[in-house]
């Protein structure tokens, strides 16, 4: 992810907890916020001192950027994303991290083309068009 792209400033960070809505599961909460004026998304990161020490934090902020890389076509975009890591994170895998931020992303409908794809496999690959 490039730094502009990430949430940096404690007013920012305030700007989502306080005005945005939240989903959650046992390993991550997720704050959402629109953000009209925004070409792309933006990521900021939370993991406490109580997860692991600093290698294992760092570990954990390295994985879920990655996973927001890749996925980041399939995100809404124009919106502000916080991700706060909770303890169960730290002996997680890289794919059991994706895997649980996918499910969090799915939660708060964030997430469109993984959605359209499994329309049209339901549908046999035909438009809504053809179908009617």
Same mark, same amino acid.
């Given at each position: 992810?490039? *730094?502009?792209?990430?949430? =940096? *400033?404690?007013?920012?960070?305030?700007?989502?907890?306080?005005?945005?809505?939240?989903?959650?599961?046992?390993?991550?909460? !997720?704050?959402?916020?629109?953000?009209? +004026?925004?070409?792309? #998304?933006? #990521?900021?990161?939370?993991?406490? =001192?109580?997860? +692991? $020490?600093?290698?294992?934090? $760092?570990?954990?902020?390295?994985?879920?950027?990655?996973?927001?890389?890749?996925?980041?076509?399939?995100?809404?975009?124009?919106?502000?994303?916080?991700?706060?890591?909770?303890?169960?994170?730290?002996?997680?895998?890289?794919?059991?991290?994706?895997?649980?931020?996918?499910?969090? !992303?799915?939660?708060? *409908?964030?997430?469109?083309?993984?959605?359209?794809? =499994?329309? $049209?496999?339901?549908?046999? +690959?035909? =438009?809504?068009?053809?179908?009617?």
């Amino acid at each position: 992810m490039k *730094k502009e792209q990430r949430i =940096k *400033k404690n007013e920012e960070f305030s700007a989502v907890f306080n005005r945005g809505s939240s989903m959650a599961n046992r390993q991550f909460v !997720l704050y959402i916020l629109p953000k009209e +004026g925004q070409d792309s #998304l933006r #990521l900021g990161l939370s993991v406490s =001192k109580r997860v +692991g $020490n600093a290698v294992c934090r $760092n570990r954990i902020k390295r994985y879920v950027r990655e996973v927001f890389t890749q996925i980041q076509g399939d995100l809404k975009q124009h919106y502000d994303y916080v991700v706060i890591a909770h303890n169960p994170v730290k002996d997680m895998t890289y794919h059991e991290i994706k895997s649980s931020l996918e499910h969090v !992303l799915r939660k708060s *409908k964030m997430i469109v083309r993984v959605q359209q794809n =499994k329309e $049209n496999r339901q549908l046999g +690959g035909r =438009k809504e068009s053809e179908t009617n």
